[in-house]
């Protein structure tokens, strides 16, 4: 049974528990999850264990948090991204408005640690809890893409099974841009394969043809 934590609502107890998030999330980025303890939150946040613990039951709580809060500053920056192709006039090519999506959603994560990437990958194999908040990142993503791309009058023959596709390309293309394990790749061909590739997806819509 999950213990009971309380909810902080005096001023005090929201910057206590913030503390805590906040100096969390930078040990789970610098060290690693698994290397970080709540010992080391509760030192780093000048606290004790036990207020760490009033607030969040156990470390992976913590990390569900700090995850959350990183899905919204991802979603909102991509959906403003992404929404800002409708102001580019000069873009009319639908691949390259899909490269533009793309490189947008890599942008995002370029401030990734490898460490705590790989960590996170791995729990998401790991945990249920983890799994689903990146389903629902996938799924939030998805439906931005194809929002976006029904703007431009064009849907996807195959919606569920094309845009697992379509995340899976970009998935991997974020991982290489950021961490660049395969040597004398190059990047710009890259995208520009995954957007032809998504643009074969495509089909027109009736009323735009």
Do not use: W
């Not at 909810?7 to 206590?16: A, D, F, T, Y």
């Not at 899905?71 to 691949?95: G, K, L, P």
């Not at 793309?102 to 460490?115: D, E, M, P």
């Amino acid at each position: 049974m999950k213990k009971e934590t309380r909810v902080p609502k005096q001023k005090r107890s929201i910057e206590k528990s913030e503390k805590i998030i906040e100096v969390a999330y930078q040990l789970f980025t610098d060290n690693g999850y698994f290397n970080t303890s709540t010992v080391d939150i509760a030192k780093a946040a000048d606290l004790s264990v036990g207020v760490v613990y009033s607030y969040f039951s156990d470390k992976k709580d913590i990390l569900m948090v700090c995850l959350e809060r990183f899905e919204d500053y991802f979603m909102e920056n991509i959906y403003q991204e992404i929404r800002s192709t409708q102001s580019i006039e000069a873009i009319e090519d639908i691949v390259d408005i899909t490269k533009h999506m793309i490189l947008v959603i890599v942008k995002t994560h370029t401030s990734q640690k490898r460490r705590y990437h790989d960590e996170v990958k791995a729990l998401e194999l790991l945990d249920t809890d983890v799994k689903n908040h990146f389903l629902k990142i996938q799924n939030s993503l998805m439906d931005a893409f194809k929002s976006r791309l029904s703007f431009y009058g064009y849907h996807l023959s195959y919606p569920d099974e094309q845009a697992f596709l379509i995340h899976q390309m970009i998935s991997g293309i974020e991982d290489e841009v950021v961490f660049q394990d395969i040597i004398d790749i190059n990047h710009d061909v890259l995208i520009e394969q995954c957007a032809i590739a998504i643009k074969n997806m495509l089909v027109k819509d009736k009323e735009c043809q």
